[in-house]
Structure formats: structure tokens, C-alpha cells
């Protein structure tokens, strides 16, 4: 019966539309039990939780239709830090006092149909007590459908409004239908929540979908009593639990736990009565953010009086932080930003009043402003900026802070708005800067909190952008550029694409760091509407009339849209056609870097360029481009990125040019992290040299001479439509990014370094600088404190029960130092002195400095309102402290240096690191009463195991190597409990070092969670130590540390400890002596071995290490030289492998086979080869070769009999006896005992031997442990140096030899080193280096088995060519080889052939890399080779050729080439008003100088105005004029050729090239067309002649060809598209060639055959391609024109 009773209701209840709500009768009150229980922490039991609990009872009657009152009844509030569940909770009976009034007001709320409409409160009730109250009505809050039992909808809450589900069933006993519901929070179409110092980071959905690191739901369960109108809700239980976790959630995870209970109680029958005052609205169900904004949710503060406590705050701060940073300073700088933050603007003005004069309080006040973050910090900077109580110092400083910490609103960017337009603000370029940067900024911070950012606020900037360009005001173009960039607008598209160079002649006529700098202005717009950039950076990439630079730029504004793959394939396509080399190395290896990115698999590819993409689009382009040298554009990318932790880092750098010089034109490096799925780009920097390089370098006195222009302008018009290229504006600039905001950049140019030189040499600043010496010679002392709000990042979000979530991120940090600097000086100085005086006194310096640090960063997750705070907080905490006191002493007329630095007071830890986490909970009304529980309980604290472990390590002064002492190694018994137990770690490690009198330890010590789980967050929980500390060692006190240097005559009277020669360098004992020399020499006559045979005695090394003496330094060596010296070397190559097998291997041999057969090991067969197939020539020694040149050609030149090394030695092994030391050092420390302790080094030179010695030797007189190294330059081919250390000089010791040679025909150079044993430590550590040499860079070698020098290791370097080297590494069972290793730049081998490294070493380095950077052109026979390298067969007709000039306006040179009847050169340099003319005349070389002779006997000729250098070279002739563009202009009998220096590249043009490395547009004529035809472009830079009467022409002109014929069937006249060389009139051939040339045909009617058409011919299309001629020698007649 009872089933159909409750059949028919429920069927009733069906029938009626409204009745599923709840329904509160009228003229009743409904009484129910309201209990919310917050908990934060670790999931797990016995583990300490942070919370509180609210509990009341709730009434609920009806006034009126759909008006509701709600009313709390006996509240209560209760706080929990504890164990739990172990631990009871507290009552806060103050704070529940302190509220209880609100509580206890009724409040008015809209309801119908079971949904929660507006809410109406009395004044006074704050919004924390009304979001209270919202948790309780959002339990009342049900969208019951009468049609479905299981549906979903998107439900509005407390919360937002987020994904729910719905559950409806029957209990059919009870009579009651039971409702449940579940709030996805993660699917919310508007979810509250507030980030704060997340405005810079790009998020990543697909990130947190896949790693989860931060989700939340809340499950609602209902029992529902059916009522005559609708339902009555008899329970409600809600049970939300939101989890956090930096790292991905299999790490683990905190969370927070929120429980509400509604239980039905009883039905009164009298109605809430309201309370008599005015009902305002507040608002919906939906959580409104109040004052735990602007709290902090580190610390409550109870603010009595406000201005009191900032005074008493700030007092703290400036007294406890003048020496040294106090340890709770960060927490005091974070009180004092808390208390700026709710004070008023009128009280910050008072404080300013009270302390603008005294410097330390200033200095507090404004670090502290910026970090208010409020309008309020803007008005005030901007207040007394304005009223000049600020300098520019402080101004910027102030507003770059505040720029990055203020959160923006409307407010704040109209502040910056005013700021922008304010006359004082423009005037000075340095504040206009920052405050138009900070203003785009401002702007972008803004736009991300919303979803349609107004285009108003761009407004005015776009304003001032169109009337910069009408004004043509470059400079403003750029500034506005760069804010437009900032803020990423997508309305600012518009403006930007009309700057960009697609857009109408204005746009292009724009300088070209315009355009640079409006491409990436769309990086951050690209962020936002990727598919609005892909369009465009598409278009301009493909933009081949377009400079180089710019679509490298769009490259990279492409790739950070993310395109597709088929862009992607797109792009790969575009790059095979490419003829720009630049532009494909930049994007080919864009593509390839990416292709190596780890990040795109763990989860990032919303962030990153897909990597699959890229890796199909290098499939398709050819791998050749691999090879493209350094000198052309490159993109490198880079990351790392952990996927269970979420953490990650990137690197990028863009290296750009423009021509193939060796320094890019501009480099571009940023820097990204990765953290908790969000991604941020950190720094960004980004520097240009264009021009630069070439400002320092070049003549500046060619600037304004107007004569030199006009001459060459007149030499070259007559070229065919000639374009001069456009100057490169001398410029360097750099620009920085901090999260992907532009705060700061600077150009520099001639202007600036003129307005430098001249503030520089003012009187004002010169007076300055003396004041500042004078000060010193007097004493200074000061002191700063520095403090930074580093970080400070939050994310706030409501509970079910109305209370806020936060989790948030804080590091401050303080810094201070204090200094105290004098300088005395000997003799004294005049009151009027010269700088220059003070190189002639001995200057004194005493220096103390204290500097000390301390950082503070909290992590926290719980409650946080002003009023009440329940959180777990994980702090860490640093400090540092290192005092010094040094005093230091320079006497540069006497070469004297000494530094001492002397004993200072030392701190218990010079650093210490502390990290604690726990659970707290407090409130404002008892903050005495707060509640602080570790996370960890102290009785879950016994250990598992505990290690100390103090180890001491002694330096003995008696050996310089330290042997280590085990003072005390406790280790106790493992104590085996039950679980839970915290994993506990301490170790400490002590060092004891006599040499300076300290004993230094390092602690380390852990209690924290991983007995739970073994993951990263429950290791981070607990406590953490890590501290460093120095003491004094207990009788072994240091009086003070020096150290000495001595340069010149005097140096060996700072020796401390004599050397003499019989305690120095005995060889051992007579009889054992004796008895070595023998075998070495019975070996030597039975094996016939080298010089490099190995030997296991100290001497036989030293005479088998010898060479034979060399001294010629010619590398010319006839043919019968070297067959005899190759015969030689196969002679005792033979020998050699017969004795190999007779003597048996040394001990060091052994322990070298051992050392590197593990390496070797595994090798496969196929790769061991050996080392004749691979080299079959041997080394060819350069000073053996030169020897037996000498011999051949009867010029023997011996150095004499002592020029082996040993016999040098020998003659005297100790050079301390014949000569005195040019250099003395002392390292000592002076002990209070007056023992000595320390190290002295004498350095020895013999000019006689070219020897050098070094002796370092222990001062302590007990200590016989010698360092001895002696080196001889034996010839300029070869070094040889010994190095022997130990007692005496005899434990160990080392032969190295540097020698260079020839591998076959290619030079080499080689480092043999022999050695008599191999410390254990050595193998030991080489073991473990190779085990970490990632298997890619082995993956080269070749490992072939081979039987060297037993106990000689060698490497050998090998110039194959100009780019490319091998390596040869031989081990006495190995050789390894690295063949065909690119280099970046070409080597010059023809001067590394004749080059002795050893003689002018850093000249002949500096001559190597100018030639290296020089691009070179050559004619040799009938063959020309470009400055690009591009060899081709050229005919030269009998005419003026344009070799190279400058080809910017500012025609720095030129040269020219003529060819005499007699097919001889003669070539003329033309550079400023200079002309230089070289020739032949018959078999001499001529050098004519503006008409006048030079002998050749007078040569070198250095001219005297200009830096232009004439010397004889070789067969031939040279001139240098680096300064002026010209590296080297050689000209001899049978060929010619031209360098440029290296910043010329790109800038030149002729014959022979624009040296930019585009060896794909080579062929370029005057007019920059791009020819086909090798044979057309050589033809274009003759220079055309005006008279066939003038015999120094070349009576040839260049002129359109004409082809009449049927095209199609049509008669039509055909018009050659490029001229072609045709003699003057009056003139015929007597050589001609043929050339394909194309025509472009029209009608026979056509009008083209006149001179204005014919001039713009070359601009039509090819309609045909046919064989034409053109004239390469012209014999003119008596009567021609």
C-alpha cells in the first residue's frame, strides 16, 4: 500500500511544474544544524593540517514572494593546527565575538524554483561574513528537472558557473527521494578566480589536462522530503576536495578539503523578523573578492595605529640592517609592504614629509612603494616626480619596478597614459623611455584578465605613431613600435602593418631597422591570433625583393605562431627554390634545432613548435645544408624539460647577417621556463654591431671628402643604370626583455660616442674624478640596504563554504653591505696633482667589506582573509654572510704588487639554508594565540638510521697534494621501528686546512615525508638544513694570507727559500746513474730507435725526447730533400717495428693499455682500422725538413752542438747560477707561531737558449715537494718542455713537444707528450670523463689497433683544407681518429704553410684571423675566383674592368683593371685622392703613386697621409689599406688578386662580387639585375669609353642588341634584355665571343626603338634566349668619331 501511496505522490508531484524546488512555507521558520570544516595538507593521516571550522544554526523563513531572510543562530568559529585526526579543534572564541554581530544580522535573498537569485545585507556586513553566507545558499541551490533523473548543465554557485551532474533517485521505504550532484571545477564556463603575478605566463590546457596538477570537484548529496509544494531538504552534505601539486600528480599532491553539513532540525512558527535599517543589494551567489587581495598570507597584522607601526617597522629595518642584513629582515620588508598596502595616500605623503632627508629611511620608502602594488604607488612616484623631490635615478628605478609590480587596471594605465604625455616626462629621453614602454605594458596585463581587451586603450599610441611617420621621426617610430609590441594588442595589427615594407612607397622608403623593429612587434600579437600573423610573416618571408635581415625576422615570428604542418611543409618548399643562402641557412637550421626539442613530447605542444613538423619538412630539404659555415645565419634551440616534476628550461639564439662576415649583424638569445604547465619567457637580450665594426675600423677622414667621390663617381657613371647600394647606418644597439616586456633599450652611434667624449673631457667631470681620489686618500666609509620583492604570485579561489582558497609564491630578499676603503700613497701627493701622478707612487690600498644576505621564500595553500589565516607554509630561509679585510699595495715603477688579507671576525655559518614546513592557523583578534604545528610531529621525528660522518682533511704544508684524516667517523646502530617513521638524514663534512688556518664544514640534515611516498613533494615537506661555517684551527692561528709579485731586476731578492743546483737536480745516485746511461745506450745501438723511443729512466726520456737542430726557417724544400728524408723515416720506421717486438713494455705502458682499452673495447671489427690505411703518409718534421734543405743545398746553418734539448740542460740545468729571475712570486701565510707556511715561484729566462724555467717550491723547511718546468724553443718549428714534480722534482714528470710539420702534402702541427708513470688519480678521473662524453660526439671516431710509443701519448692536427681538419689521437695500443671536422671559418693555408707559429706569436694570430675574416678575389690564367669563392672560365676583352669598390655612396676605394695590346694587367687603386697604378713594363714591376714613380728599391713605401702600405711580395707587388676597405691588392706577372677586410663584405661590387657568400646570386650587374650568363655579368663592369680617340680607353661601350626575326610567325623586333659589349662607332672587332643572351620581342611597329624606351629594356621578361656577339677587342681607324 505504502508503494502506491508514494507512486501516486511522486506521479502528483510529476504533474506539478514547480514543485520538485524546495519550499519554505510562509509565516514559518525552518531551522537547520550548518557545520563547514576547511583542512589543508598532505592527504595522509598523522600528518599536521591547517583549517577551521564553522558551525551555527540556520534559520530560513519567507517575507514575501520569492524574498527570503536567512539568519545565523548561535556561530561559532573554531581553528585547527594539528595532527590529524588526532588533535582536537580550537575555538576562536575571540574572533567569534569580534564577528558575532554580523553573523547574528538577517539577510534578505532572492529565491525561486531552487535557484538562488540577488542578495540584500544591511551596511556593515562585510563581504568575508556575506561570502559566508553565500556557502550556505549555495547549498540551496538545485535545478531539479521533472523529466530526467541523470542530466547535466551548466549550474551557476559560489564558484562560478561550472559543469554539474545530476543524480535523482527513490527511496521507496523512506519516502524520500535522494538527490546528488557533482561540480566539475575544472569545465567551468565562468570560473572565479583571481591570479596575481601571473600575468607574463602563457598556459597550457593540454598541459593540465595530461599532468593534472591542479583539479578540484565537489560532490552535494541531498535527502529530500516530498511536501504538499515542492520539497523540504531534510540533509545536505557536501564534501569538496581541491588538489595542488607543482608537479605532475603522480608526485603527489596537497589538497584542500572543504565539508558542509545541512541537517533539518524543526519548523517554527514564527517568522524571521529583519532588523530596522536599509537592505542594500550585494550582489548574486557568486563570490566577490574583498581584502584578501591586499592580504599577504604569510602574517596577520593587527593595525592599531597604522602611521605608529609603518614608523616603528621601518625604524627596525634601517638600525638592524646597516652592518649586516638582519635574518628576519625579508619578513619585515614583506610587514612593511603589507602595512604601505592599506595605508591611505595621505599617509604615505606623511611618511615621505617625515623622511625625504635622512638617505637610509628614502632609500627604504622607495624600494618599498613599487612593491605596494596599487595605483596608489604610480601617483605617488608620479606626485613627486613632478614636484622635483625625485631624481631621474630614482624616478626610473621606481617606475621600471613598478611597471612589472603594480596590477593593472584601468586606474593604473591611465596614470601611465598622463605620465607619457607630461612635458617633464619627455624632455628627459631616459624616464620618456621607460614610461612608454610601461605603458604598453601596463596594457598587455591588463588585456589578460580580460576576454575583449578594448582597442580604446591603444588609442593614443597609434595617434602618436601615424603623426611620427607623417613627421618622419625615426626614432619615435621605433619607440611607439616597441610599446605597440608590449602590448600585444590585436588591434595594433593595423598600425604595425602599415610600417611594414608591403604597403605603398612610404612604408619602404622607411630605414630598415623600422621595418626589424615593426616585424617583431608582431611576436606578442602572434601570441594571441596566431593565425593573423601566419598570414602575414608568411608573405613577407616570401618576399624576395625584400632585405635578407627582415625575412629572417618573419622566420622567427612564423615559427612562434606554431603553424601547422602544412605551413611548416610550406616553408620547406619555399627554402628549395631559395637563392638566398642566408635565408635558407636561418630557416633550415630553425628547423633542424627544433627537431631536437625534448620539451614537444612531454605535453608542451601548445607552448612549442611541434617537432614531428620540422622533422618532416628537413626530410625534404637536402642535408647539404648542414654544411653551410658559421658565417651565414643560424638559429639554435635548446631545452630540457622533466615531465613527472613539470619543470623545464629553454634556450634560443637568432644569429642574423647580412653578408658572411665573421660577426653576425645582430644577435637575439632568450631564455624560457618551464614550471607547474605554465610557460614564461624569463629574458630576452638582443644586440646589433651593423656597421659598428666597420665606424672603429675604417679612415674617418674619408668622410667628408667630396673631391674622392666626384673623381670615382666620374669613373664609374658610365656604367649601365650602376645602383649604389645604401649605407649602413653606423649603429649598435641593444634592446633587454624581461618576461617577454621590452623594459629597456639603447642605440649607439657617431653622435652619442661624440656627446661621451665630450662630457667625458669636461672640467666639471675631471674635477669629480679628483674629488673622488681625494676622498679616498682621506678615507670613505658607507653602507646600503638593498630589498627586493622578487617574487610574489597568487591564485585565489572560493571554497564551497565561501571562504577563500590561496595559493601563493613569496621571495624577498635583502642585501647590504658596508665598506670601508682608504688609500695612502708614498710619496704623498700635492693638493693639485695630475692623474698621471699616480702611476709614479706606491699607492696602498685598505678595504673592509661586510656584505650579507637574506632571502625568505614562502610557499602557501589554505585560508587566507584579513581576519582569520589556515594554511600550510613550506619557508626557506638564506643567509649569508662573508666579511673580508684586505689590504693591497702597487708600486708599477718598481714592477711590486703585494695583497694581503687579514684575519676578520668570523660568523658561526658563513651561509646557512633553512626550509620548514608547517601548518598554521590565527586570527587577528589573538594573534598570541596562533597555532604553529611542524608538518611532520615530533614524535613521528625518530629516525630510521642516522649517519655522521666528520671527515677532516689536512693540507700538509710538507706536499702539495692534501692527504685527508679521518678525525672522527661515528656511525650508529640502524634502529628499526615501525612505520610511520620520517625518513631522517644528517651528515656533516669537515675540511681542515692548515695552509690558512681554518677548518671549514659543510652540514647537511633532512626530516621529511618520503617514509610515505617516495616522490618529490614528500620530500620537499619537512625540515631541511644546509649549512656552511669556517672556524680558526686551535693553535694554528694566521696572523695574515699574501701573496707577492715581483717583475724585473729585484725579483731575486724577494726569494725566500734558496735553490741551488746540487739540491735542485740531481739525477739520483752515481751508480744507478751510471748503469741507466748504459742501457740506454745498448738499446739504442741493438733497436737503431728514434728519438721518440720510450724509456722508463728520468734521463734516457729527456735525451729520446730530443730532435735533431734545425735552423732554417724557409718551408721550401727540394725534391731531393724530401725523397732523402723520407727514405730516412721508413728506415727507422722498419727499425723501429723489428725492435717493437724485442723490448718489452713498461710499466706505464701497461697502465696506459689499461686505461684506455675500456674506451676501446667496444668497437666493432668493421671500425678498427688501422692507421696506414687511413694516413699512409708519415709526419714530416718542418725543422728536420729544413735541416736536410740545408744540407741538399749547402746553406747548413747549425744552432750548435747544444740545440737538442738535453744538451741545453745539460750546460746547465739550474739557471738561477748565470742568470737572475725576471719574475718572483710568493704565496705564504704568516703563522703567529712565525713558522713558514707556503709556495714561492721564480720564473728564469736565458735569452742565449731561448729557455725558459720555472721553479715552485714549498717555503716550509721541512717540505721538499718542487714543481720544475723548463721549456726551449729549439727551433721556430718546434718547443720542447719538461715538467716534473714531487719530492725533489722526481716523483713525476712529463715531456711535451710542439712541433709543426706536413701529413702528406697538408700542414700540421702535433703535441707529443712522454711520461715515465700515471698517478692513479689520473685514471681514475679519465675513466670517468670518458664515461660522460655523450655517445654522439664518438660516433665520428674511428678507433683502429695500432702498436705506438709505449709511454708517449701524441695528438695531431691536420689542415685537409681550408675547412675542414682531422684529428689523430695515438695511445700506445690505440689510435683515433676524427676525420673531415668542419670548421666556421676558412683557414689561409698558404700562409699557415709558411708561418712559424713561435716567432711574433700574437702578431702572426692576429695576421691568421685578418686573413681568415678577408674574402678573396683571384685571376690566375683564364680562371676568376670571386670573393665568394665562385670559380669561372673569363675571356677578358682588352677594356677597363671594374675589379671592386666600395659600392655604399661613401666610395671608400676602387679598383680597376685594364689589359694592355699586349694582354699584360694594369691595375689602378683609387682610395680617397690617392691613385696608385701598378703594372708591367716589360719584365719590371711599376709602382706609380698620383703619377709619381716609387722605385721598387725604396719599397716598402708607407704613404705618408694615409695608412696605405706598398711592399714587394713574392714575384709581385702588394698594397694594404685595411682602414680603407682594402685588405690586399697583389698583382704580379701572371695573375692578380683583391682583399677586402671583413666589414666591407656585402658593401662591394664589381668584378669580382659583393663578398656576402650568396654564391647563388653571384652573377649581379651594375643595375642589380641577376644574370644567367657568367660571360654577360663580366661584361658589365666594363667601364664603357667616351672617345675611340683617347688611347688610354677601351673604345668599347655597352649597348642593347637588336635581333629582327619571326616570333610566332609574326615579323616583330627582338631587343637584347641586358647590353652586350659592342665597339664605338669608327671602330671594328678584331676578337669576338659568343653569348646566349635573352630578348624581349614586341611588334615590329613597336615605339621601343627609341633612347628613352631602350633605357628601361632590361626591366621586361625574357621571350627567348639566342646566341649573340660581343666584341672583346676593337681596332679603331684615324677617322672615327
Not at 613599487?370 to 595605483?375: C, D, E, L, S, V
Not at 638582443?686 to 666620374?714: A, C, H, S, W, Y
Not at 656533516?988 to 633532512?1006: E, P
Not at 727551433?1275 to 720542447?1280: A, F, M, N, P, R
Request: with cysteine; charged share 20%.
Amino acid at each position: 500500500m505504502r508503494v502506491v501511496v508514494l507512486a501516486l505522490t511522486l506521479a502528483f508531484v510529476a504533474g506539478q511544474p514547480h514543485n520538485l524546488a524546495p519550499d519554505f512555507a510562509a509565516g514559518k521558520t525552518y531551522v537547520y544544524k550548518y557545520e563547514a570544516l576547511l583542512l589543508g595538507g598532505l592527504p595522509e593521516k598523522a600528518l599536521a593540517r591547517a583549517g577551521l571550522k564553522v558551525s551555527s544554526k540556520v534559520l530560513i523563513s519567507s517575507t514575501a514572494q520569492n524574498i527570503y531572510m536567512l539568519k545565523l543562530v548561535e556561530p561559532e568559529l573554531y581553528e585547527y593546527s594539528g595532527v590529524w585526526p588526532k588533535d582536537p579543534l580550537t575555538p576562536a572564541t575571540k574572533v567569534t565575538s569580534a564577528l558575532a554581530a554580523q553573523f547574528l544580522t538577517p539577510i534578505k535573498f532572492e529565491y525561486s524554483n531552487g535557484i538562488v537569485g540577488n542578495i540584500f545585507a544591511p551596511e556593515g556586513i562585510s563581504t568575508m561574513v556575506l561570502n559566508v553566507y553565500r556557502g550556505i545558499l549555495n547549498l540551496l541551490q538545485l535545478n531539479i528537472k521533472k523529466t530526467q533523473n541523470v542530466y547535466e548543465l551548466q549550474e551557476a554557485g559560489v564558484q562560478g558557473v561550472c559543469k554539474t551532474l545530476y543524480s535523482i533517485s527513490e527511496d521507496e521505504k523512506a519516502e524520500r527521494i535522494l538527490l546528488t550532484k557533482t561540480r566539475d571545477l575544472n569545465h567551468c564556463q565562468d570560473k572565479v578566480v583571481k591570479d596575481i603575478g601571473l600575468a607574463y605566463t602563457k598556459k597550457c590546457p593540454k598541459c593540465q589536462q595530461d599532468s593534472k596538477n591542479m583539479r578540484g570537484s565537489t560532490a552535494y548529496n541531498y535527502v529530500l522530503k516530498p511536501v504538499a509544494h515542492g520539497v523540504l531538504i531534510l540533509e545536505a552534505a557536501v564534501n569538496e576536495l581541491i588538489q595542488f601539486s607543482p608537479f605532475n600528480e603522480i608526485n603527489g599532491a596537497a589538497q584542500m578539503e572543504t565539508k558542509q553539513s545541512l541537517v533539518f532540525l524543526e519548523i517554527q512558527g514564527a517568522p524571521i523578523v529583519p532588523i530596522e535599517a536599509l537592505y542594500l543589494h550585494c550582489g548574486s551567489l557568486k563570490y566577490e573578492f574583498s581584502t584578501e587581495l591586499l592580504q599577504m598570507p604569510i602574517q596577520l597584522i593587527n593595525i592599531t595605529n597604522l602611521e605608529a607601526q609603518i614608523v616603528e617597522v621601518l625604524n627596525d629595518l634601517v638600525a638592524h640592517n646597516m652592518e649586516r642584513v638582519h635574518e628576519d629582515a625579508p619578513l619585515k620588508f614583506l610587514e612593511l609592504i603589507q602595512l604601505f598596502r592599506v595605508a591611505p595616500f595621505e599617509d604615505l605623503e606623511w611618511l615621505w614629509s617625515q623622511y625625504r632627508s635622512q638617505p637610509a629611511y628614502r632609500q627604504w620608502i622607495l624600494d618599498t612603494i613599487p612593491a605596494i602594488g596599487t595605483p596608489a604607488a604610480l601617483k605617488f612616484i608620479k606626485v613627486k616626480y613632478l614636484a622635483d623631490d625625485l631624481t631621474v635615478a630614482e624616478a626610473s628605478q621606481a617606475l621600471i619596478a613598478s611597471v612589472h609590480m603594480v596590477t593593472a587596471s584601468t586606474e593604473a594605465i591611465k596614470l601611465f597614459e598622463a605620465l607619457a604625455f607630461n612635458n617633464k616626462i619627455v624632455e628627459n629621453p631616459v624616464l620618456r623611455k621607460i614610461v612608454f614602454l610601461g605603458y604598453g605594458t601596463m596594457i598587455s596585463k591588463h588585456c589578460v584578465e580580460l576576454a575583449v581587451c578594448p582597442a580604446e586603450l591603444i588609442k593614443p599610441i597609434r595617434d602618436l605613431l601615424t603623426e611620427a611617420v607623417t613627421k618622419d621621426e625615426t626614432e619615435d617610430i621605433i619607440l611607439l613600435l616597441k610599446v605597440l609590441g608590449n602590448t600585444g594588442h590585436p588591434a595594433s595589427l593595423k598600425p604595425i602593418t602599415k610600417i611594414l615594407p608591403i604597403h605603398g612607397t612610404q612604408a619602404a622608403s622607411l630605414p630598415m631597422r623600422v621595418h626589424a623593429e615593426a616585424i617583431l612587434a608582431l611576436r606578442n600579437i602572434a601570441k594571441k591570433e596566431p593565425r593573423m600573423i601566419q598570414e602575414l610573416a608568411l608573405q613577407l618571408y616570401m618576399d624576395k625583393a625584400l632585405h635578407p635581415e627582415l625575412r629572417m625576422l618573419a622566420c622567427i615570428v612564423l615559427f612562434e605562431t606554431r603553424p601547422p604542418m602544412g605551413l611548416v611543409i610550406t616553408l620547406a618548399n619555399i627554402v628549395k627554390t631559395e637563392k638566398n643562402l642566408q635565408v635558407v641557412s636561418f630557416t633550415y637550421s630553425h628547423m633542424k634545432s627544433l627537431t631536437r626539442s625534448t620539451a614537444t613530447i612531454h605535453a608542451l605542444v601548445e607552448l612549442i613548435i611541434n617537432a614531428a613538423a620540422c622533422n618532416v619538412a628537413i626530410k625534404i630539404l637536402s642535408p647539404r645544408l648542414d654544411r653551410l659555415s658559421l658565417h651565414f645565419s643560424k638559429a639554435v634551440y635548446m631545452d630540457i624539460y622533466n615531465n613527472p616534476l613539470m619543470l623545464g628550461a629553454s634556450a634560443s639564439a637568432f644569429f642574423i647577417n647580412d653578408a658572411a662576415t665573421i660577426l653576425p649583424r645582430s644577435i637575439v638569445a632568450k631564455t624560457r621556463a618551464y614550471l607547474t604547465g605554465a610557460a614564461a619567457d624569463v629574458l630576452e637580450v638582443g644586440i646589433r654591431t651593423e656597421g659598428l665594426q666597420e665606424v672603429f675600423l675604417k679612415n674617418p677622414t674619408l668622410i667628408d671628402n667630396v673631391d674622392r667621390i666626384t673623381k670615382m663617381k666620374r669613373a664609374i657613371k658610365a656604367l649601365s643604370q650602376w645602383k649604389a647600394l645604401p649605407n649602413s647606418t653606423p649603429l649598435a644597439s641593444v634592446y633587454v626583455k624581461f618576461f617577454g616586456q621590452e623594459i629597456a633599450f639603447a642605440n649607439l652611434d657617431k653622435v652619442l660616442i661624440k656627446q661621451a667624449i665630450v662630457l667625458a673631457t669636461r672640467t666639471s667631470v675631471q674635477e669629480m674624478g679628483a674629488n673622488a681620489i681625494k676622498a679616498l686618500l682621506s678615507g670613505v666609509s658607507f653602507h646600503f640596504a638593498k630589498p627586493l620583492l622578487a617574487t610574489e604570485v597568487r591564485r585565489i579561489l572560493p571554497t564551497a563554504a565561501g571562504l577563500p582558497m590561496e595559493l601563493s609564491l613569496y621571495t624577498a630578499a635583502v642585501a647590504a653591505a658596508a665598506v670601508q676603503v682608504k688609500v695612502i700613497t708614498t710619496p704623498a701627493l700635492p693638493e693639485n696633482f695630475h692623474l698621471a701622478q699616480l702611476l709614479k707612487t706606491d699607492i696602498q690600498f685598505e678595504t673592509e667589506i661586510r656584505p650579507s644576505v637574506a632571502v625568505n621564500t614562502f610557499a602557501v595553500m589554505g585560508v587566507n582573509t584579513a581576519i582569520l589565516q589556515a594554511a600550510v607554509l613550506s619557508r626557506a630561509i638564506l643567509n649569508s654572510f662573508v666579511p673580508a679585510k684586505i689590504v693591497a699595495r702597487l708600486d708599477i715603477n718598481e714592477g711590486y704588487f703585494k695583497i694581503e688579507v687579514l684575519p676578520v671576525s668570523l660568523p658561526d655559518n658563513i651561509a646557512a639554508v633553512h626550509i620548514d614546513t608547517v601548518a598554521v592557523a590565527r586570527n587577528i583578534e589573538d594573534l598570541a594565540a596562533a597555532r604553529i604545528t611542524p608538518i611532520i610531529p615530533a614524535k613521528v621525528l625518530q629516525p630510521i638510521s642516522r649517519e655522521t660522518l666528520t671527515s677532516d682533511i689536512v693540507s700538509s704544508a710538507a706536499s702539495i697534494s692534501k692527504s685527508s684524516e679521518i678525525i672522527n667517523q661515528t656511525v650508529a646502530a640502524p634502529i628499526f621501528i615501525a612505520r610511520p617513521k620520517a625518513f631522517q638524514f644528517e651528515k656533516k663534512y669537515c675540511v681542515k686546512a692548515l695552509a690558512i688556518g681554518l677548518n671549514g664544514c659543510f652540514k647537511v640534515a633532512t626530516d621529511n615525508a618520503a617514509f610515505i611516498r617516495d616522490i618529490a613533494l614528500y620530500k620537499l615537506s619537512g625540515k631541511h638544513s644546509i649549512v656552511l661555517s669556517f672556524k680558526p684551527i686551535e693553535g694554528e692561528e694566521i696572523e695574515r694570507l699574501e701573496m707577492e709579485v715581483q717583475i724585473g731586476t729585484k725579483a731575486a731578492e724577494k726569494l725566500i727559500k734558496q735553490i741551488t743546483q746540487s739540491e735542485e737536480f740531481v739525477e739520483g745516485r752515481p751508480a744507478l746513474t751510471k748503469l741507466k746511461r748504459i742501457l740506454v745506450l745498448s738499446q739504442k745501438n741493438v733497436t737503431s730507435s728514434s728519438s721518440t723511443s720510450s724509456s722508463s729512466s728520468h734521463s734516457s726520456l729527456r735525451s729520446s725526447s730530443s730532435s735533431s737542430s734545425s735552423s732554417s726557417s724557409s718551408s721550401r724544400v727540394s725534391s731531393k730533400a724530401i725523397s732523402a728524408a723520407a727514405s730516412a723515416r721508413r728506415l727507422r720506421s722498419s727499425s723501429r717495428l723489428s725492435s717493437s717486438r724485442a723490448v718489452s713494455k713498461s710499466s706505464s705502458a701497461s697502465s696506459l693499455a689499461s686505461l684506455f682499452s675500456a674506451s676501446s673495447s667496444s668497437s666493432s671489427s668493421s671500425a678498427r682500422v688501422s692507421k696506414r690505411v687511413i694516413y699512409p703518409h708519415k709526419f714530416q718534421k718542418n725543422h728536420k725538413i729544413q735541416a736536410l734543405t740545408s744540407q741538399a743545398t749547402g746553406v747548413f746553418k747549425s744552432r750548435s752542438s747544444a740545440s737538442s734539448f738535453e744538451a741545453i740542460y745539460k750546460q746547465n740545468q739550474f739557471l738561477a747560477n748565470e742568470v737572475a729571475p725576471i719574475i718572483s712570486v710568493i704565496f705564504r701565510a704568516v703563522r703567529a707561531d712565525k713558522k713558514i707556511m707556503g709556495y714561492q715561484l721564480a720564473v728564469y729566462l736565458d735569452n742565449t737558449t731561448s729557455r725558459l724555467q720555472i721553479i715552485l717550491a714549498a717555503l716550509a723547511a721541512d717540505n721538499n715537494f718542487k714543481l720544475c718546468a723548463d721549456g726551449v724553443l729549439l727551433s721556430k718549428h718546434k718547443v720542447t718542455a719538461e715538467i716534473a714534480w714531487g719530492a725533489e722534482c722526481k716523483q713525476y714528470y712529463r715531456m711535451f713537444t710542439v712541433e709543426t710539420g706536413l701529413l702528406g702534402p697538408s700542414p700540421a702541427a702535433r703535441l707529443r707528450v712522454a711520461l715515465n708513470a700515471l698517478p692513479s688519480a689520473f685514471k681514475l678521473y679519465a675513466k670517468k670523463i670518458y664515461d660522460y662524453i655523450p655517445a654522439s660526439m664518438l660516433a665520428g671516431l674511428i678507433k683502429g689497433k695500432d702498436e705506438n710509443s709505449a709511454n708517449q701519448l701524441s695528438f695531431t692536427l691536420v689542415a685537409t683544407s681550408d675547412r675542414t681538419i682531422d684529428l689523430i689521437w695515438k695511445m700506445p695500443t690505440r689510435t683515433v681518429y676524427k676525420l673531415a671536422l668542419h670548421l666556421p671559418i676558412a683557414m689561409p693555408l698558404n700562409e699557415i704553410k709558411d708561418l712559424t707559429l713561435f716567432d711574433g706569436l700574437s702578431d702572426k694570430v692576429h695576421y691568421l684571423f685578418a686573413k681568415a675574416g678577408a674574402a678573396d678575389c683571384s685571376f690566375v690564367k683564364d680562371t676568376l675566383t670571386t670573393f665568394n669563392n665562385r670559380r669561372y672560365k673569363n675571356k677578358m676583352p682588352l677594356s677597363c674592368y671594374v675589379l671592386a669598390q666600395d659600392c655604399t655612396d661613401e666610395l671608400k676605394f676602387m679598383v680597376l683593371l685594364k689589359k694592355d695590346p699586349f694582354e699584360q694587367n694594369h691595375i689602378n687603386v683609387q682610395i680617397a685622392d690617392i691613385d696608385i697604378d701598378l703594372y708591367l713594363n716589360n719584365t719590371d714591376m711599376i709602382v706609380k703613386v698620383n703619377g709619381m714613380e716609387i722605385p721598387i728599391n725604396n719599397l716598402p713605401y708607407q704613404h705618408p697621409t694615409a695608412n696605405i702600405l706598398i711592399r714587394p711580395k713574392g714575384e709581385g707587388i702588394s698594397l694594404y689599406a685595411a682602414s680603407h676597405g682594402l685588405q690586399e691588392v697583389y698583382l704580379d706577372r701572371n695573375s692578380w688578386r683583391v682583399k677586402v677586410v671583413d666589414w666591407m663584405k656585402g658593401q662591394t661590387c664589381g668584378l669580382c662580387g659583393k663578398a656576402d657568400g650568396e654564391i647563388r646570386q653571384e652573377y649581379r650587374t651594375p643595375n642589380g639585375r641577376l644574370t644567367k650568363n657568367a660571360v654577360t655579368y663580366a661584361h658589365s663592369w666594363v667601364l664603357p669609353a667616351e672617345s675611340c680617340r683617347d688611347t688610354t680607353e677601351c673604345r668599347m661601350k655597352l649597348e642593347f642588341v637588336q635581333l629582327e626575326r619571326q616570333v610566332n610567325g609574326q615579323e616583330s623586333r627582338s631587343y637584347s634584355v641586358e647590353p652586350m659589349l659592342r665597339c664605338l662607332p669608327g671602330c671594328f672587332p678584331v676578337k669576338t665571343i659568343a653569348v646566349t643572351v635573352g630578348f624581349h620581342c614586341l611588334p615590329a611597329d613597336s615605339a621601343l626603338n627609341r633612347p628613352e624606351s631602350l633605357s628601361s629594356i632590361n626591366d621586361n621578361s625574357v621571350d627567348l634566349r639566342e646566341k649573340a656577339e660581343a666584341h672583346l677587342a676593337c681596332s679603331c681607324t684615324a677617322q672615327c668619331a
